[in-house]
């Protein structure tokens, strides 16, 4: 209990003077947590206090992100390459940053990324560990994290999952995401050997395989959005029910989750789906959704913003914008960025919250990429994500949605393969997406064109040496 | 009915209030354990570092005792029971209530040290407030160690440890000594104690707060039947055999003629061995959330009340 306390102390002085952590301690204060929870069954009053700072009130949250943003740009201004150059460029004094003077720095696009990755890394980095983007918005990013990085973010992570009593010590998670995401399967399994968790990670794998191995043991499970459409589809072909499963939680990162498709995993295997934001070149910096379906972001770590697409300043309310991610330091340091432009869409809520989560700001959830945004007519745009949910929404459950949509004459023309819309007629169809606010005429293809509409996720297959899956089957 | 001779009435005096004292501060701590549960951190179990710490202070503590003048060993005194009082009453009472009781028991201690100690009749009436004030604080203290995850390992290892300390005090450098004759006569004594005529017998506190620890570490490990196997080693070990022990040897008669008995050294090795036997009889320490998995337990904190909730 003394040892812990000092602990606690020391992580305190790190997240508040922005020093580096000593992951040694942090690590053993996971321990301390884990042990915390085995003796009593449960963590103390007031636990989540522990790793959140108190952003309830707007003068906290604006000091600590002035603090921090001048904090990291110092190091950046010393110690990146790109960054020294961009500030110099820019006219950005690294003494007077804050929140408001960030908003006259240009943002860091991925073509910056991709087109100068050295410069990045900042001096007497060491960097471990290279990541890589699953590219399907177009060619791969790579990241390189070093070992301190991970061992912060896995230990925050861990920590974070005994106080919201996300992970136990008994649990099995099993990870599905691509092999290539090394830093999210890392992390997945930092973590789980931190809580003293298992941890099978499986990657994106022929489906009925994946069923296999999660019926009856795995008890958390790390997914895309696309790959747990085709579980569900899979896992419901085979007549599997909740009680196959011993699962209590799934975690739904990345892509586009439909309310149809969570609520057919909910039903198939009896454990609630969250969606979360998380991107690997912001990382830690993630968000998660609360039950109003906002999505909260994470401000102890980085700075979030969301400006307009064209403009580029601060998006009003209810209005589309870019999220715009700047991870702080002590929390990043070998390959950092400062307003990195994720292109992810979402909308500043537009009147104060009343979710569980209203302390904390929200913004709507990701709506899409925003090059896939659809101009149907000045001023009307149709977001990926009201497509999306459209199509997972026909009766036939064509999961996960592949489809192509572009404007045509003032409305939506939406290419969907022919086994999307059978059974239904022309002007069912157009009163489907009419009932969800969509004014569209939907063309259909032959089902054999149906991957090269809509790339997904759970594209990426790792295919065995026995029965090999096509890649989109 | 004649004059008790001098050894026999202070032996017997000796015995009736380690006796009583020990039964009372563990009863008081059984009750507590079962029916009251106190706030504890977001994150911590009390664990072998703790123990250390612990042991650090109670070698440290008295060596300050003995260096402090006495006015500010008697506010740090005050301090350690006021806040003793206050973080084993505030869950039963609630905060308001707690500061009053708190500050009328402290308030009482201090003047009737200062006031009530010229006749016999006083120092009975300063015993008994004083005696009070110590039980509530080793009751309190008890249960915060082990209500915060202390466990009867720990325990039984601390008991071993002190019981060289305590040997090694009494006899080797004789603080314990130094410090009885320096706390009696005033306010805060950390002794329970009781006078008749011109003998004051006491009991210390550190001495009732390692038994009390050990009976309620094994309620919350092993159960009932472990803690009455506790209570009797504490009783025997802790109160009998140290008070009949002047009958048998005047070794422990000081130049003053004052009996200076180390207590824990009977008691340690007894507690240590009882807690192997009951380790191999039942196996692995049952954990706080098992215990308060009990029907007979109160799991959640009392709503704040003037009276405990005795079944």
Known sequence: MFETGVRQLRMALSMTWGRPFDTGSLTRLVADAVATVAEFGELGLEAREVIETPFADDADRADHADRSIRRTARRLADLSPFYAELFAASGFHVGTADATTLLGLPTTTKHDLMSRPRDFLCRGSEPHLATRTTGTTGRALEIWLSRYELEVAAALGALSGVLHDELHGDDLMQVHVSSRATAAVQLASMTCRLVGARCRVLGIIAVDDALDALAGSATTMSVNASYLAELVVAAQARGLRPDDFRLRRIDCVSEILSPAVRAAAEQTFGAPVSDNFGMTEVIPVTATSCSAGHLHHDLTMGHVEVLDLRSGDPAAPGELGTLVVSPYFPYRECMPVLRYDTRDVVRPLAGPATCEQAGIPGTSAVLGKASQLVEVAPGHVVTPRELVEAVEDLPSRPWPARFHAEPEGGRVRIDLPAGAVDGMSSAGLTDHFAERGLDARVRVLDDHRAPSLRRVRSDLRELGFVAPEPVGA | ?311
């Open chain 2, 1 to 311: 009915m004649g004059t008790p001779t001098s050894t026999t009435l202070p032996t017997f005096l000796a015995l009736g209030v380690a006796i009583a004292g020990t039964l009372l501060t563990m009863a008081l701590s059984v009750l507590y354990l079962r029916h009251v549960r106190m706030e504890r951190p977001a994150i911590g179990t009390f664990n072998g570092v703790d123990v250390v710490v612990v042991f650090g202070f109670i070698v440290v503590l008295p060596l300050l005792y003995l260096v402090l003048p006495l006015t500010p060993l008697l506010v740090v005194l005050g301090l350690t029971f006021t806040s003793a009082l206050v973080f084993g009453l505030r869950p039963v009472l609630g905060p308001a209530a707690t500061w009053i009781v708190v500050g009328v028991v402290i308030a009482a201690n201090i003047w009737m040290g200062r006031t009530m100690l010229g006749t016999v009749v006083g120092w009975q009436l300063f015993w008994i407030e004083n005696d009070l004030l110590v039980v509530g604080a080793a009751v309190a203290t008890a249960n915060l160690y082990v209500q915060g995850g202390m466990r009867l390992r720990h325990v039984a290892w601390f008991g071993l440890v002190l019981a060289v300390y305590d040997a090694v005090f009494t006899f080797v450098w004789p603080i314990t000594n130094t410090l009885a004759q320096r706390f009696i006569g005033w306010p805060f004594d950390p002794s329970v104690g009781f006078r008749i005529g011109i003998y004051n017998a006491t009991i210390g506190l550190g001495d009732l707060l390692i038994y009390s620890l050990f009976v309620i570490a094994a309620l919350k490990a092993y159960g009932p039947r472990a803690a009455r196997g506790a209570a009797v080693i504490s009783v025997l070990c802790g109160a009998v055999v140290p008070a009949l022990l002047p009958l048998i040897t005047d070794v422990f008669i000081d130049a003053r003629t004052d009996v200076i008995v180390p207590a824990q050294a009977a008691f340690g090795p007894a507690a240590f061995l009882y807690y192997r036997w009951l380790r191999r009889t039942y196996g692995a320490e049952r954990t706080m959330a098992g215990f308060l998995g009990r029907a007979d337990v109160d799991r959640q904190a009392p709503t704040p009340s003037f009276a405990l909730s005795v079944p």
